[in-house]
Structures are given as C-alpha cells and as structure tokens.
C-alpha cells in the first residue's frame, strides 16, 4: 500500500491550549496503515509537557486493534508524565472501546469536547472548534 494513501486515512492534530494542555482532533481511519499518525502526536504531547490532553475523536469512522494499542500505549506515556487524559468517541471509537474495555481507559470518556475540557478543569472557551 503506497503510504500517502495511508496517510489520507487519519488526520491527527495537536491544538495547544496552554503551555500544559491541548486537544488531540483525529478524523478519519486508525488502524495498521495509520495508527503511526496518533502514536506521533502522543509522543508530542508527552514531549511538549502536556498535563491536560482532550482526544476528539468524534471524527473517527473506524478503529481496528491497532488502534486500541496505540491508545493505550499514548495513555501509558502520558500518565507516566501525571497526565490526564479525557475521551471524547465517535459511536465507532466507543463501541470498540466498550467491548475490549469496559470501564473507561481514560480519566473520562464523555459526549462533547466541552465536556471533556469542563471535566480536567479547562476553559472551554479555548477550544476553538
């Protein structure tokens, strides 16, 4: 598979709130082909000092394995920094999510990217989008 068709699967940003918080907008497709996209934008927000990360990933139309362990893993670099991280799933994200993993990964996995940065204390009003 060419690798910029794996690219155009999964957009993954990094939006910095703060100096210690910002969003992680993901749309698209996580899986084999994609999945380095988010593990990069873990290792920046680890790399950045980021306490406070939102992962909107309300764009998301499918996840695979691969993705649940990127996941994981980008929670385990985080929390190892004192972390916390807020989920905001797409219906795909949260059923995959559900069912390999019933209580939530994250500090929280909530409905809205409002939500999510009420709930680590952040002024949703930097959200920007």
């Known amino acids: 598979m060419e690798d910029s068709t794996a690219q155009d699967l999964l957009e993954a ?5 703060s100096s210690s918080a910002a969003i992680l907008r993901l749309v698209g497709e996580i899986d084999m082909s994609s999945v ?4 990069e934008q873990f290792e920046s927000a680890a790399s950045t000092g980021c306490s406070e990360l939102v992962i909107d990933a ?19 670099l ?7 991280i807020a989920l905001v799933p797409s219906q ?16 929280a996995r909530v409905d809205t990217v409002d939500e999510a940065l009420r709930f680590l204390g952040l002024d949703g009003d930097r959200a920007g989008g």
Do not use: Y
């Open 13 to 17: 940003e990094l939006q910095t709130l």
């Open 36 to 39: 380095s996209r988010l593990s």
């Open 58 to 76: 309300t764009n998301v139309t499918f996840m695979d394995s691969t993705g649940i362990h990127a996941m994981i893993e980008g929670k385990r």
């Open 78 to 84: 985080l929390h190892q920094r004192g972390s916390a």
């Open 92 to 107: 795909q994200v949260r059923r995959v999510l559900e069912l390999v993993a019933p209580e939530p990964l994250f500090a």
